[in-house]
């Protein structure tokens, strides 16, 4: 029997009453138990890191071509610059440390903010397939995942090392055989979200962001 066919099997079982004192106790563990196969089902239907980290470092990234402009400043970006950048890797450039609060999910490991300079050979690893990122799968140090039908949801966590360590919320949901990334949270920091081919922020420290640029 698989852990999928044993939920229904638990949860029935769950739902049998019994005719001694002891029923209610034997009703909770068995909840208990079906609930703990649930959420390991769940596990077991999630995509590995191996499937899911290029996804999650490409939904994080800056196309080649926006890099190439951010690079050539002297100093770090703003997202009017960039416009209608604000995938992760723009907004971690974009927001210098002091505008970080305390306890967010993102720090440079300095205290300063990288220029794109400083940036740029770890950014650039991902060069050849078409964009940069801040995220890069070899960089992760821990990442959880848990799918319910057609939508997943983890969180991933990452140094790079004499750079930056994030932590991000992510949402994905089922593209046919693929996952496509569709929100991006970095605790205590801000939300990004898909948006048809663009990301846009939605929330930065809890409050609507006066850094994204209208849409044009």
Same mark, same amino acid.
């Given at each position: ?11 029935? *079982? ?16 068995? *909840? ?57 890797? *723009? ?71 004499? *750079? ?22 970095? $605790? ?25 640029? $209208?849409?044009?």
């Amino acid at each position: 029997m698989t852990l999928r066919s044993l939920v229904p099997a638990l949860l029935l *079982a769950s739902a049998v009453g019994c005719c001694n004192c002891g029923c209610t106790d034997r009703e909770a563990r068995r *909840a208990a138990a079906a609930a703990d196969v649930a959420a390991e089902v769940a596990a077991a239907d999630a995509p590995s890191l191996s499937e899911l980290g290029p996804a999650l470092s490409q939904a994080a990234s800056m196309p080649n071509e926006t890099w190439e402009i951010v690079s050539q400043s002297v100093s770090a970006p703003t997202l009017g610059e960039i416009r209608d950048e604000a995938s992760l890797t *723009a907004v971690l450039i974009v927001l210098k440390p002091e505008e970080l609060p305390e306890g967010s999910g993102f720090r440079f490991t300095s205290g300063e903010h990288a220029t794109p300079y400083e940036a740029a050979p770890h950014l650039e690893r991902s060069k050849d397939k078409g964009y940069v990122s801040v995220l890069q799968p070899e960089d992760v140090t821990s990442y959880a995942c848990e799918v319910e039908g057609d939508e997943a949801r983890g969180q991933v966590a990452w140094t790079t090392a004499d *750079a930056w360590t994030g932590t991000a919320d992510f949402v994905a949901r089922r593209d046919g055989e693929a996952w496509q990334i569709v929100e991006f949270k970095v $605790p205590g920091q801000f939300t990004t979200r898909r948006v048809g081919d663009t990301w846009q922020v939605t929330e930065l420290g809890g409050e609507e962001p006066t850094l994204v640029p $209208p849409r044009r």
